[in-house]
């Protein structure tokens, strides 16, 4: 070997032992950052020794000798499981992500920086009761305490060069005001697309394009809501409106993305319809799912102050000291996004010599300017300025150029509180009910059963009382007319207790009408369709168990989607496929590979899907005139118009509805070749909607994907059937229990426990989850211990 060679050979040699050096030293820097399990550890301020057992799963048992001790030991694990999530929650509610990851996210920080949410969360602390404190207190000091006894900061801040803040009481209300912009309208969109539509369509037919229910509609109080009628031609004619320019029609496109909405479903059975004659309650919350998953498991155990022990278990939000959904032996609870109307856009009506000044019901005032200063990561500080009004910040303008603020429940101090700690107390279905009026979290569907069989159903969080309208539209609240009043008492809160069916449903869709609803409020229902299933699945059960109710939450019968595709086989007719192989070889793979569930392999469910989303788009922008998409509701209206097929309302580009029809069937095909060429037979749901779903980290830097996210997965299910399941959204948890019989109780999540990537529970456990699989819904046998002295 020459010498030049053999320089090569060693400075490459070299090279790797290098590599290999640092490979090893961030390995092992990486390993001293995974939480401990076993042995013992010190930790200030305990009153007494709390042990901390394991199950096979990571879920942690906590047993304490007081409450103080059990949040102090909880903040103590989440910091050691799940730090890096819980800091990028408080930093999105106050609007200081770019601090910590840099300018791609400035403008996530303006949005959310407006509502000065940092500001109202140390106001919620300075005002709370002396015992809400204390609970606050133990558990920040218990996650730095947690955070401080970790060999090496998380993981991702060796990343991202950064280190780890402190957590601090305030954090804790930030996590909870974390959840209002995931479940809220935090800018509001829906309301404001309302109101251009109510401007610009003539009321009859705005009545019918922005129904607030539909023939789908279960709600549980109350009946469906019929869909209006179609307005005649002497009301709006498309044949005399000019048509539409052409840069305005829709063209061909791959197959768009899903909109990801929170949503969930829970429902409950009592006694006198189950096997045991125990009443079952089921809570599967449907959240956008990452790594880690949005909840953290756990059971604690200690004093009930009643002479006896409560043993709690369920999920937690890290970032907050109480147990979320689950059960305590005597009662159990789920939620599911409410979807009343929980922002208001109120116009302001500014003076025309003076546009910094607006008016009130108490009279003229000026905006009150705030000045706040965003740290971004690399970059100097930016500033900016908040305008507010005494309803709330300034945070747009209308398509007339009116400004507008955002009313908004979560903006009040009222709206954040630690009542659900009284949930682990709770005997009886009536005391959880009470507490759940009482707490202040984003309301929610509050479903519920006890341990004597009885059932029932409320709102958990305030609600805000209007005066003077409906909150559908943006409207002035200028001379007091229209307004809100202070808050429902507890009192006042819609309620179902011990329904003469014995079940309870809730799935995001409208759950009353009349007074309850007016208290309630639209803030954008989802469709019915979903609910109604449940309702019918659990009509059909007489004895239930809780393997039923977990098959409930895993029914992916597509219900819904059966009548379009009834209407793409009858617009598919021999003269409309004669001559057009494209077309005819739809119409087969429509009439032959419908499973009549949205099953992975199913063609036909894909391609019923898109034609019946392609036509929605096309009718909604001809009779408005606007692109996007109207709400869920939509669907009341679209089948009218499809069934009764008015020619005054039929896009002049067309001769007939059926032409219309054929032209969004053209429209999937194409854009079906354009993203997969021309075989529509691979067109499967599965491929469609395979998992992914990622770590915050991945997102920014894509080759650590292979090492933190979950392996992508072909999953069955869609939005409008029980089973709800997307991309990168779905059940986010699903759990079957029966209080006082735990131990018979159902429960698996997606992703892991830990979200550490070395630890051996950062995916246990979620193959479970995809396969739908029970597994138990107490913690198993431990097989760690950990003692936490004081």
């Known amino acids: ?57 990571g879920v942690p048992t906590i047993r304490a000798g007081s409450r103080l001790d059990a949040v102090r030991a909880l903040g103590f694990l989440h910091a050691q499981d799940r730090f890096f999530q819980m800091d990028l929650l408080r930093r999105q509610a106050a609007g200081e992500l770019a601090e910590l990851v840099g300018p791609a996210v400035v403008k996530v920080d303006r949005d959310h920086r407006v509502h000065r949410f940092r500001d109202v969360a140390r106001r919620i602390v300075a005002a709370a009761k002396p015992e809400d404190r204390a609970l606050l207190a133990a558990y920040a000091a218990g996650v730095n305490t947690g955070l401080a ?10 990343a991202l060069g950064a280190r780890p803040a402190p957590w601090r009481p305030e954090d804790t209300i930030l996590a909870v005001h974390a959840m209002f912009f995931e479940l809220n309208d935090s800018t509001g969109s829906r309301e404001s697309n309302l109101g251009l539509l109510h401007d610009r369509l003539p009321p009859p ?50 197959f768009p993305e899903e909109v990801s909405t929170a949503g969930s479903n829970n429902f409950a059975v009592a006694g006198a319809h189950t096997a045991d004659g125990r009443a079952l309650l089921a809570n599967d919350m449907h959240l956008g799912i990452r790594v880690p998953n949005t909840w953290y498991r756990v059971s604690i155990v200690h004093p009930d102050g009643r002479g006896g022990t409560v043993q709690m278990t369920g999920v937690t939000l890290p970032g907050t000291p109480l147990v979320s959904v689950g059960s305590n032996g005597h009662v159990a609870w789920g939620y599911t996004n409410s979807y009343g109307d929980w922002t208001d856009l109120v116009v302001l009506e500014t003076d025309p010599g003076d546009p ?94 006890d341990e004597t069989g009885r059932v029932g159903w409320t709102i958990i969080g305030q609600i805000p009382r209007r005066v003077g309208f409906d909150g559908r539209l943006p409207t002035s609240w200028a001379d007091g007319s229209r307004r809100w009043d202070g808050w429902l008492t507890p009192e006042e809160h819609p309620r179902v207790v011990d329904p003469p069916s014995g079940r309870i449903w809730t799935a995001n869709a409208r759950t009353a009408n009349g007074d309850a609803l007016a208290k309630l409020g639209d803030g954008g229902y989802m469709l019915g369709a979903r609910a109604k299933q449940i309702r019918d699945d659990l009509m059909a059960l007489e004895k239930a168990t809780p393997k039923d109710l ?90 009218r118009l499809v069934a009764e097929r008015p020619a005054h309302l039929l896009d002049s580009r067309f001769q007939s509805w059926d032409d219309e029809l054929l032209a969004a069937v053209d429209d999937l095909i194409a854009a079906s070749e354009k993203e997969d060429g021309p075989v529509l037979a691979r067109r499967t749901w599965g491929e469609r909607n395979t998992t992914r779903i990622q770590h915050p980290l991945s997102l920014a830097v894509p080759f650590l994907a292979r090492w933190l996210d979950m392996p992508a997965r072909e999953l069955p299910g869609d939005e409008d059937m029980p089973r709800v399941q997307g991309r990168a959204n779905g059940a986010s948890e699903r759990l079957v229990v029966s209080p006082g019989h735990e131990e018979t109780g159902l429960f698996h999540m997606p992703v892991g426990q830990s979200g550490h990537p070395l630890s051996p529970y950062y995916q246990k456990g979620h193959e479970a989850w995809e396969e739908g699989r029970a597994t138990p819904f107490l913690p198993g046998k431990a097989v760690h211990r950990l003692t936490l002295r004081p």
């Not at 006894?149 to 060796?158: D, I, N, S, T, V």
């Open 205 to 254: 037919l705005f009545a019918l394009l922005a129904p607030v229910g539909t023939e789908w509609d279960a709600p549980l109080l109350g009946e469906a809501f019929a869909t209006a009628p179609i307005p005649g031609p002497e009301v709006f004619d498309l044949r005399t409106r000019p048509a539409l320019p052409a840069a305005a029609s829709l063209r061909p496109e791959p």
């Open 550 to 639: 977990l098959a409930i939450q895993l029914d992916d019968q597509a219900r819904f989607l059966a009548r379009w595709r009834d209407l793409l086989l009858k617009t598919l007719t021999p003269a409309a496929t004669q001559g057009n192989a494209r077309r005819a070889e739809l119409r087969r793979l429509v009439a032959t590979t419908w499973t009549g569930r949205a099953s992975v392999d199913s063609v036909a469910y894909r391609l019923t899907r898109e034609f019946r989303m392609r036509l929605l788009d096309r009718v909604f922008l001809s009779v408005t005139g606007l692109t996007g998409r109207p709400t869920p509701q939509f669907e009341g209206p679209l089948w």
């Open 149 to 158: 006894a970790l060999g090496e900061k998380p993981f991702e801040y060796l």
């Open 356 to 449: 910094e000044v607006y008016r009130t019901p108490e009279g003229p005032k000026r905006f009150a300017t705030v000045r706040e200063v965003l740290k971004v990561k690399g970059r100097p500080d930016e500033t900016l300025e908040v305008k507010e009004t005494v309803w709330g910040p300034v945070i747009d303008h209308d398509h007339l150029g009116r400004p507008r603020a955002l009313a908004w429940t979560a903006q009040h101090p009222e709206a954040v509180n630690l009542e659900l700690e009284g949930l682990e107390t709770a005997r009886t279905l009536e005391e959880a009910m009470a507490v759940a009026n009482r707490a202040g979290i984003p309301p929610q569907n509050f479903t519920a059963a």
């Open 1 to 57: 070997m020459n010498r030049p060679r053999r320089r090569i050979l060693l400075s490459l040699t070299l090279l790797l032992a290098i590599l290999a050096v640092l490979v090893l030293w961030f390995h092992h820097r990486l390993a001293a950052s995974l939480p401990q399990l076993d042995g013992e550890r010190r930790v200030a301020g305990l009153s007494a020794p709390v042990e901390v057992e394991r199950d096979d799963l």
